[in-house]
């Protein structure tokens, strides 16, 4: 709904948007709930791995960040981002907590190797994920549609409880079930797997997370295939809204 939905949200590409941000918030959700489990099941965390998702999400921020800078600035939009308004500064505050903010925090390796900044981070990553949510279904269409909103104490009870019920069922799952491996059958795995691991050192890094230069080629394709898409809906947008608006195309009389 271009015409409801603002600028600052709307774009012919909101569907990959969603997606993308999705791919991010998935892998900082497995940090967060990894830590939750940590503290209510007292289970080790496996950090070097934690640590290889950290630096995946930077690379999914990243992605997402360019995208959306890409396409305000050719729907002509990238100027509202100073505009003042009370949507500007919730789009702001948006891209700066969830996006920019963790970008920064997980591209430190001492960050990424300490349990609270590493929690933290996919902590920003979640609400950032949960204001982009907000902004595009409530904040940003109330200008256009003319109306507030605000959620009601029954919506607050339902959401609460639904997360209450997922949150007692894996527990219960945790407690009677083999969730979690037993410390034999990880030392088991990690000796079998060890020689096939091949690290490639990076600067400021010490092996402690292994990495593979084919997460950074197949993301930089696909940054270059999206800014593409991106840059052909907007020519065909503009194409289209310029006939609409210069009396080429006209409404049939049906």
Known sequence: MPDKLHGLWYSPFLPLFFLVSAIAAGLAIVIFESFMSHSAFKKGLELDVLAGIGRAIVIILGLYLLMKLFALSHQGNLALI?????????????????????????????????????????????????MNRLNVSITGMQRGMGADYFPSWTEFAITATLVAMEITVFALAARYLPVFPSRESISHVAIEYAPLRRPIALPGETGLVSWNRAPIVLSL???????????????????????????EVHASPG
């Open 82 to 130: 100073f505009e003042g308004s009370p949507e500007s500064l919730l789009f702001l505050t948006e891209m700066g907590l969830g996006v920019i903010l963790p970008m920064i925090l997980l591209l430190l390796p001492g960050v990424r190797r300490n349990e609270s900044g590493l929690f933290f981070s996919a902590l920003f990553v979640i609400l950032g994920f949960i």
């Open 221 to 247: 394709g696909v940054l270059l295939g999206v800014g593409l898409l991106v840059l052909n809906a907007s020519q065909k947008e503009e194409r289209a809204n310029h006939l609409l608006y210069s009396g």
